[in-house]
């Protein structure tokens, strides 16, 4: 650059970004604490990009704006922020570096892992070196490029699933469909294959009504995961919060085939749910890569202490201020782009409380402002309700829905957990959770509780059954990462086994506890490919595959980071298991699962809307709910006035005679699943009211009620 920088015409500074006009595009950026910001265009000169810079010398209190005539959709920008240099005080401006627009919505290029991407001087790719020393090598070239685009509000028709109706299915926008053979193989893991007629088959097959995608924000590897061969695949690093992750992309316009996507599964009846991550950036700590809020105003996009030191509540070496005014008009600004271009219907918030610094979500700067926001507040909200400092389970104002944990963990303890430890604790905290949580959720309803047994993170269903110990090594960590509590057994052996036995029980643990998910009160949750069985060879922690994108052998969890679509007897037998439980949650409890059952006799039925019974068929006594070492309970729950469903649930390794409830509350019992047996030639059973039934070990059995009661005597 030589001679005087050119200045730019005033521009509109009410809207951040790049905003194409008639004429030319408008820019606006946020800082606070810059002495001055220049504008840099990229343009492709002999095969060089070439860089031309104009001063923003135009300022609204923290905000720098200007207009260019002539810039176009597609045009490469960066900018460049001059202020002082106080590490100290965890002010690190440096003007050396190129930085990308945290409003941008598309990016050209990836970062080069070297030294010249962090503002202090490093001696390697990972960031060593002098924190204290500004380094004046320039970073373009080795970052990527912000990209002007013209993507507006557009109409979207919504299926508006009601919660109660909800099923949510989580999954990876690669691993999804990257095995799919149905599609064309280009498409294979991309946005484009979201949409294609054979995945959304497959998600209808099991009634799910909403797809939660994990983040699909552009973001990059971390330095010292990068360093060892491996790359971030799950996403939680992002780099914008407001632009699709490029990788993703089949074609050149990764929003246009994104909105493609959501408009086919909209069609279907389909809902999207994004897992956000706006909690921290791919930018670290102090000494993390300089790249985009940290040259812009570091000090005031991330929360410091004193003495200038990141506050890390989050475990990845920053903490986003989103309590800020600044940033919580980012975060809403983000979300509405989300929503109203893309088409989104709904979020899940990564570590959510790491999003306010308030003793309380019902305090919340963000909470409030998406609370009062007029379009933001009619969506799905959806809370991971703690971040490594504290954990916050039932906190959340209403609209919010929240990950709930304890229901996992009630769920696994009684199936598996007690199990592999050898004693138990009795059944109160199951009952609980299948009754939907009300313990926690007490005044807010059961579609509060976002119910799971198995998530992105942590044991596969199949894994869980088949382990007891984590098995992280293809992540390079040692085997230190990932959660050493699993409330996992193995019966009785580490990894597969040809034992017929054990593979026996270990399906049957499958489907129980997928019945149990998929037909407790609550808004179930699947985690991609436990409907078909997924492994990932005992790693509770699948986050990182390696550079190569090697998609099968060890390294890559032996191809578990994937869904499986040629499936083995077994895994066809466990996808037509959670396709019956789907129907039967759609049949008779989606339209009782909006609110708590109460336990009161109602007077049309002259019975309870939900009751528990023990082995002799007989409602659960104080002692029953005391016995710790009770491994067996039955439940009724009322989805009409002429039926209900019955649930016996066998958790102990013997098979064990129940009795089925008195005529007084129905008059023929049919089970219609038993998760001993094979779906595909399974016959519904018959018995009269009070029978005896033999329920084999670690087995769920589910039973239609027929029949109402009237003035003390069961009718058709």
Same mark, same amino acid.
């Given at each position: 650059? =030589? ?54 010398? =135009? ?11 002539? !810039?176009?959709?597609?045009?490469? @920008?960066? @900018?460049? +922020? %001059? ?50 020393? #500004?380094?004046?090598?320039?970073? /373009? ?19 508006? +699933? ?23 193989e280009h498409e294979r893991g991309s946005y484009k294959a979201l949409g294609h007629p054979s995945t959304i088959a497959h998600l209808k097959s099991i009634g799910v009504t909403a797809l939660e995608l994990l983040p699909i924000a552009q973001f990059i590897t971390e330095p010292v995961i990068h360093s060892r061969g491996r790359k971030n695949h799950w996403g939680y690093n992002s780099l ?59 000090? /005031?996009? %991330? ?10 509540? *989050? ?8 309590? #800020? ?55 799905? &909200? ?5 971040? +490594? ?17 304890? @229901? ?34 007490? @005044?807010?309803?059961?579609?509060s509780s976002i119910n799971f047994v198995a998530a992105h993170d942590g044991f596969t269903v199949h894994d869980m059954v088949t382990y007891n110990e984590k098995h992280n090594l293809p992540n390079l960590e040692n085997n230190m990462d990932g959660n050493d509590s699993n409330r996992s057994w193995n019966v009785g052996h580490e990894g597969e086994s040809d034992d017929q036995g054990i ?14 998910? &998929? ?15 997924? *492994? ?13 994108? *090697? ?30 439980? /789907? ?44 016995d710790e070492e009770k491994r067996s309970i039955t439940v009724f729950i009322e989805a009409d006035t002429n039926k209900a469903l019955l649930l016996m649930l066998n958790s102990s390794t013997e098979e064990t005679t129940f009795t089925l409830p008195d005529a007084s509350w129905g008059e023929t019992f049919r089970c219609i699943f038993d998760a001993s047996q094979k779906m595909e030639t ?12 033999? +329920? ?5 059995? !589910? ?14």
């Amino acid at each position: 650059i =030589h001679g005087k920088i050119p200045t730019m015409l005033p521009a509109d500074p009410r809207t951040l970004g790049a905003t194409v006009t008639d004429g030319g595009t408008n820019f606006a950026i946020w800082s606070n604490a810059a002495d001055a910001v220049e504008l840099c265009l990229f343009n492709e000169v002999n095969g060089k990009f070439v860089e031309t810079r104009y001063a923003m010398s =135009h300022r609204n209190g923290p905000i720098w704006h200007g207009y260019l005539a002539g !810039v176009r959709p597609g045009q490469r @920008y960066g @900018y460049r +922020v %001059y202020g002082p240099w106080i590490p100290e005080y965890g002010m690190r401006f440096n003007e050396a570096k190129l930085l990308l627009d945290p409003y941008a919505h598309v990016i050209d290029g990836d970062v080069v892992y070297s030294p010249e991407i962090y503002s202090h001087f490093s001696v390697d790719a990972s960031g060593n070196g002098d924190l204290t020393e #500004k380094d004046l090598r320039d970073s /373009a070239g080795k970052v990527p490029y912000s990209v002007v685009t013209d993507h507006g509000i557009r109409p979207i028709n919504r299926p508006l +699933v009601p919660w109660a109706k909800t099923i949510v299915y989580e999954a990876h926008v690669k691993g999804l469909t990257a095995f799919n053979q149905e599609i064309p193989e280009h498409e294979r893991g991309s946005y484009k294959a979201l949409g294609h007629p054979s995945t959304i088959a497959h998600l209808k097959s099991i009634g799910v009504t909403a797809l939660e995608l994990l983040p699909i924000a552009q973001f990059i590897t971390e330095p010292v995961i990068h360093s060892r061969g491996r790359k971030n695949h799950w996403g939680y690093n992002s780099l914008l919060f407001t632009a699709p992750h490029k990788e993703y992309a089949s074609t050149a316009d990764p929003i246009a085939e994104l909105q493609w996507s959501v408009d086919q599964l909209h069609a279907a009846g389909i809902e999207v749910i994004l897992d956000v991550v706006y909690n921290h950036t791919a930018e670290g700590g102090v000494a993390g890569p300089t790249l985009s809020y940290k040259g812009i105003d570091g000090h /005031a996009y %991330y929360r410091q202490d004193s003495s200038g030191k990141y506050v890390d509540v *989050t475990g990845c070496g920053n903490t986003f201020a989103a309590s #800020k005014p600044h940033s919580v008009r980012q975060i809403i600004d983000s979300l509405r782009w989300w929503i109203e271009v893309i088409g989104v219907d709904g979020f899940r918030f990564d570590l959510t409380t790491a999003l306010y610094t308030s003793d309380s979500a019902f305090n919340s700067s963000l909470m409030a402002a998406i609370g009062a926001d007029s379009v933001l507040r009619n969506f799905k &909200m959806i809370a991971e309700p703690w971040d +490594v400092t504290r954990y916050s389970l039932g906190d959340f104002p209403h609209p919010w829905r929240e990950w709930n944990d304890a @229901y996992r963990d009630s769920v696994r303890q009684f199936w598996l957990g007690d199990l592999a430890r050898g004693y138990g604790e009795g059944v109160s905290d199951i009952a609980a959770s299948i009754s939907g949580s009300s313990n926690i959720f007490h @005044y807010r309803g059961p579609t509060s509780s976002i119910n799971f047994v198995a998530a992105h993170d942590g044991f596969t269903v199949h894994d869980m059954v088949t382990y007891n110990e984590k098995h992280n090594l293809p992540n390079l960590e040692n085997n230190m990462d990932g959660n050493d509590s699993n409330r996992s057994w193995n019966v009785g052996h580490e990894g597969e086994s040809d034992d017929q036995g054990i593979q026996e029980i270990r399906l049957r643990l499958k489907k129980s506890l997928l019945a149990t998910l &998929m037909l407790s009160s609550g808004v179930p949750m699947l985690n991609m490919g436990d409907e078909v069985s997924r *492994t990932q060879n005992g790693s509770n922690n699948a986050y990182s595959l390696p550079l190569d994108d *090697t998609q099968h052998g060890e390294a890559s969890f032996n191809g578990g980071w994937a869904l499986p679509w040629n499936l083995t007897p077994e895994q066809q037998d466990i996808l037509n298991t959670v396709k019956s439980l /789907a129907e039967i949650r759609d049949s008779y409890l989606a339209d009782v699962a909006s609110e708590f059952f109460t336990g009161a006799v109602d007077k049309g039925t002259n019975r309870k809307d939900i009751a528990w019974f023990s082995l002799g068929g007989n409602e659960m006594s104080d002692d029953h709910w005391r016995d710790e070492e009770k491994r067996s309970i039955t439940v009724f729950i009322e989805a009409d006035t002429n039926k209900a469903l019955l649930l016996m649930l066998n958790s102990s390794t013997e098979e064990t005679t129940f009795t089925l409830p008195d005529a007084s509350w129905g008059e023929t019992f049919r089970c219609i699943f038993d998760a001993s047996q094979k779906m595909e030639t399974y016959e519904p059973v018959i018995a009269a009211p009070s029978a005896k039934v033999a +329920v084999p070990a670690h087995s769920v059995l !589910v039973w239609l009620v027929s029949g109402r009661v009237s003035q003390g005597r069961t009718t058709n």
